[in-house]
């Protein structure tokens, strides 16, 4: 973790704090900002770019990343295809996302936006699109996806089996299961990451 | 007047609902919105898992406020875990306004806390008007961008509720008794509730 991401976070909840006195009270919105840059999260993105990168083989592209909560998933795949030929999405259906994203990682050649993935994207256009969210969307919409995307657009999913959340509505017990799930015509990798209180599983494809 | 009852997942079975069902036994249509209607008695008449948004358990109940739930009218709702004791079977509510249980046994500086998300009312127990646009809304301000950090936010439905600013009115105190926090009382309650403690059937006979 940096520290640059750690103090534009504490910075977002003192200004988060400040709007509650005066303004809209959301004092959990500090909760979930600081829970998105926590260690798990950033050790969750890392791994899916190190491996993406792996696979994907070209400096240029245009990237869809869906669920993009606050933009650390985005941040790390600017980190690592840091030329602006690489064109980066990040989207969420939560309109503050977007708010606070640019205040997080404004200066990093990011477009955040606020898009619901039923929202009807073209995602033709894209040469990857990522999805580190699957555990709250519904199965329906991870295909759908699929679907409208170009055949050779990479794919990069992840999902959990941590079930207990009530917003984690579409966990998987495993890391194939999941695979198989998503019925992609190629797989490049399929992988789990071992957290202290649950596995987070990945799959990459096309 | 409808009776619904909501249950979704495996904590508790049909015989939940068939109690319900037998302990309210004056005339009604006794609904029980479910993913699982086996077992149910055969004059339950049930409402199939409507679909999509997918919701996990009690977030269910936030479903029959949606302009599309099929019903109409009069609505009572109560949940499995209630006990029912000498229910009425003329409610002296206000059917104008979506109507929940006053917690008034919730003493404290703690639920005034500006951080505390606890809240002062409950659903185990409501009744509305099915047809009624201000309880529509409850359910389209809930699918809006922000419906995944409602669930990550409140806890469940009456905290959506209470703190997303929505008006409802409250039962009369001593329609309820709370087994929790209110064991010792001297008036006759229509229903007693267990908020967060585990029972059995058993308890509710």
């Known amino acids: 973790m940096e520290s640059k991401i750690l103090y534009r976070a504490l910075k977002l909840s003192e200004k988060i704090y400040d709007e509650s006195m005066y303004g809209v009270d959301d004092l959990y919105r500090i909760k979930d900002i600081i829970?998105?840059?926590?260690?798990?999260?950033?050790?969750?993105?890392?791994?899916?770019?190190?491996?993406?990168?792996?696979?994907?083989?070209?400096?240029?592209?245009?990237?869809?990343?869906?669920?993009?909560?606050?933009?650390?998933?985005?941040?790390?795949?600017?980190?690592?295809?840091?030329?602006?030929?690489?064109?980066?999405?990040?989207?969420?259906?939560?309109?503050?996302?977007?708010?606070?994203?640019?205040?997080?990682?404004?200066?990093?050649?990011?477009?955040?936006?606020?898009?619901?993935?039923?929202?009807?994207?073209?995602?033709?256009?894209?040469?990857?699109?990522?999805?580190?969210?699957?555990?709250?969307?519904?199965?329906?919409?991870?295909?759908?996806i699929i679907e409208k995307k170009q055949r050779q657009t990479w794919v990069a999913f992840q999902t959990n089996n941590y079930k207990d959340l009530n917003s984690h509505i579409n966990c998987w017990p495993t890391a194939q299961l999941f695979a198989e799930s998503l019925g992609l015509e190629y797989v490049a990798a399929v992988e789990t990451l071992e957290l202290k209180d649950f596995n987070r599983f990945m799959v990459i494809g096309k | 007047m409808n009776i619904i009852c909501v249950k979704f997942g495996p904590k508790y079975g049909p015989e939940f609902v068939n109690k319900l069902y037998k302990d309210l036994h004056y005339p009604s249509d006794f609904y029980c919105y479910t993913d699982d209607a086996i077992g149910l008695h055969e004059s339950i008449k049930v409402i199939p898992d409507m679909g999509r948004p997918t919701l996990k358990v009690w977030w269910n109940k936030l479903r029959m406020f949606d302009k599309n739930f099929p019903l109409s009218g009069k609505t009572l709702f109560l949940d499995l875990d209630v006990k029912v004791n000498n229910f009425p079977e003329h409610l002296n509510v206000c059917w104008n306004k979506i109507t929940f249980i006053d917690c008034h046994w919730k003493?404290?500086?703690?639920?005034?806390?500006?951080?505390?998300?606890?809240?002062?009312?409950?659903?185990?127990?409501?009744?509305?008007?099915?047809?009624?646009?201000?309880?529509?809304?409850?359910?389209?301000?809930?699918?809006?961008?922000?419906?995944?950090?409602?669930?990550?936010?409140?806890?469940?439905?009456?905290?959506?509720?209470?703190?997303?600013?929505?008006?409802?009115?409250?039962?009369?105190?001593?329609?309820?008794?709370?087994?929790?926090?209110?064991?010792?009382?001297?008036?006759?309650?229509?229903?007693?509730?267990?908020?967060?403690?585990?029972?059995?059937?058993?308890?509710?006979?």
């Open chain 2, 107 to 205: 003493q404290g500086k703690l639920y005034n806390r500006l951080s505390n998300y606890d809240v002062k009312m409950n659903s185990s127990m409501i009744t509305w008007n099915a047809d009624d646009p201000e309880v529509h809304k409850i359910w389209d301000h809930f699918n809006t961008g922000f419906r995944d950090y409602y669930l990550r936010k409140y806890k469940g439905i009456d905290r959506f509720i209470v703190h997303e600013d929505f008006e409802y009115e409250t039962f009369n105190h001593h329609y309820i008794q709370s087994k929790k926090y209110h064991p010792d009382i001297n008036y006759d309650p229509i229903i007693t509730t267990f908020e967060e403690m585990d029972i059995g059937i058993e308890d509710l006979i």
């Open chain 1, 35 to 144: 829970h998105s840059v926590d260690q798990n999260h950033w050790d969750s993105k890392k791994w899916l770019t190190d491996i993406l990168y792996k696979h994907y083989g070209y400096q240029t592209g245009k990237f869809y990343i869906a669920g993009g909560w606050y933009g650390m998933m985005a941040y790390h795949i600017r980190k690592q295809w840091p030329l602006s030929k690489l064109n980066i999405i990040s989207a969420d259906c939560d309109p503050m996302c977007e708010e606070y994203a640019w205040e997080l990682f404004g200066d990093c050649d990011i477009d955040f936006r606020t898009m619901d993935v039923n929202d009807e994207v073209d995602l033709s256009e894209y040469t990857a699109i990522i999805n580190t969210s699957c555990e709250h969307m519904e199965q329906e919409d991870l295909l759908s």
